[in-house]
């Protein structure tokens, strides 16, 4: 006999609570195998085929499946339209993607075999007590574990939670969900807009459904740098392809590999007691300029917040602080100011910005109807024989306690490209990039 992959196949002994094994096709040719080979002829075998492989069946093949289901050869279990972990989608709070994979994916096996079926498989077996009420909800009374385990969906009660660490937790898979929600988002605007077409919206949604598959989420904590950087690359282009479909602006965010974004983590100096806050940088990775930004702190005395920026050498390059008195999503502007490429977190938006020039700092304030309103401008003191830039704002300018801040620290070429940011390593040809705040906390 000949030797084939299939995913899942677990025998078990029969049982009033248990069906025979699963078998779960991950391509055509293993389903060709069961029908030349002849797997299993027994009734209580289930037989998992994914949607988007099931609708995409050369014809041939639909007639075929479509005898064995007649002849109850197997049972049939539907699934998600693609394969996607159901706890992860929830928790990430996309219920409503919970929703419409799961209909979707019913959708599909009744218009292959007629009617519906009653049995369920969750993608690798996962499931939790929120996606047994949906699943009820959407016609389904019983599923199946990888395991052959029937349950009964109604009188289900003692689900053991799953472990999801693989899929979300981290920084970057954060981020990537965050993405995806935002994309999500947009497609919701589309979806209600006066130039909403229904092909460009299925498009933009099939990309969608494929970005919420666990590979994504497992390869961006991969201890292999190659696979991480190719998985970022090709999660991105499905983003982009996203706003594409429907005719939408690309978000600047989408430009930057998200495992960049979020791989800083500057180092907090508080050994200087005359700051209230003090950030060095032991980051070197500057490509476009010989001045490198080595420390930032801030002060508060006599009526005056003075902000410190420690430099590697003398520079003409305008360097930027943009301050974040709140950490409130989306509470302030994340574009910078100047025509100056970058932009910020929502977490991180800005209130405040000083634009540092070699004489002057401009101070502008965020303006929610417009752009930022220039609203005064101060003397810059250079101490050259230690490479010290001092901007002292009156403290009636900006009230508030300067150590619960956040802060970003950018130095910009005449071209607007970043060549260094204190605390973050600036990644080589990028000129457009997402950077978080400083905290303290």
């Known amino acids: 006999m000949k030797k084939f992959t299939i995913l899942h196949i677990i025998f078990l002994l029969l049982s009033t609570f248990s069906y025979g094994s699963v078998v779960y096709l991950t391509d055509e040719e293993e389903l060709k195998n069961i029908f030349t080979l002849g797997v299993s002829t027994s009734s209580q075998d289930v037989l998992v085929i994914p949607p988007m492989l099931l609708k995409n069946l050369a014809d041939e093949n639909k007639e075929i499946l479509k005898k064995l289901h007649t002849e109850k050869k197997y049972i049939f279990a539907g699934t998600t339209y693609t394969d996607v972990i159901l706890p992860v989608l929830f928790n990430a709070k996309l219920a409503e993607d919970v929703r419409e994979q799961i209909e979707k994916g019913r959708k599909v096996y009744y218009e292959v075999f007629g009617e519906e079926s ?95 598959k666990p590979i994504w989420f497992e390869n961006y904590i991969s201890s292999d740098e190659n696979k991480k950087k190719e998985n970022d690359l090709w999660f991105r282009a499905g983003l982009s392809n996203v706003y594409r479909a429907i005719g939408q602006e690309l978000p600047p965010a989408i430009s930057v590999p998200l495992y960049i974004s979020t791989s800083r983590n500057p180092p907090l100096d508080t050994t200087t007691g005359e700051y209230i806050l003090y950030f060095a940088d032991d980051t070197d990775n500057v490509f476009l300029s010989s001045c490198n930004l080595l ?31 709140n950490k409130k999503n989306n509470a302030g502007s994340t574009s910078f100011i100047g025509g100056h490429n970058g932009f910020t977190d929502s977490l991180s938006a ?92």
Do not use: C
């Open 118 to 212: 009653l049995v369920f498989y969750p993608h690798l077996g996962i499931i939790s007590e929120d996606i047994i009420k949906i699943l009820i909800q959407s016609g389904y009374s019983v599923f199946v574990t990888s395991f052959g385990v029937q349950k009964d969906l109604r009188n289900e009660t003692d689900i053991i939670p799953a472990d999801l660490s693989r899929w979300t937790g981290s920084p970057v898979q954060n981020l990537a969900w965050d993405y995806i929600k935002q994309a999500k988002l947009k497609l919701t605007e589309y979806a209600n807009s006066k130039s909403y077409d229904a092909e460009k919206f299925d498009a933009a949604k099939e990309e969608l459904y494929n970005l919420e």
């Open 295 to 325: 420390a930032f702190g801030v002060k508060k005395s006599s009526g005056e917040i003075v902000f410190d920026i420690f430099i590697s050498s003398a520079s003409d390059e305008v360097i930027d602080i943009y301050i974040d008195l």
């Open 350 to 441: 800005w209130e405040y910005a000083i634009s540092v020039s070699t004489n002057s700092a401009k101070f502008f304030r965020y303006n929610r109807t417009g752009p930022p309103v220039r609203a005064g401008i101060f003397t810059v003191n250079n101490f050259l024989d230690n490479n010290l830039i001092e901007v002292k704002i009156p403290g009636n300018y900006i009230l508030g306690n300067p150590k619960k801040w956040g802060y970003i620290v950018a130095g910009f070429l005449p071209s607007g490209d970043i060549f260094d940011i204190v605390g973050y390593d600036v990644p080589m040809s990028e000129t457009i990039i997402q950077v978080p705040a400083l905290r303290s906390e």
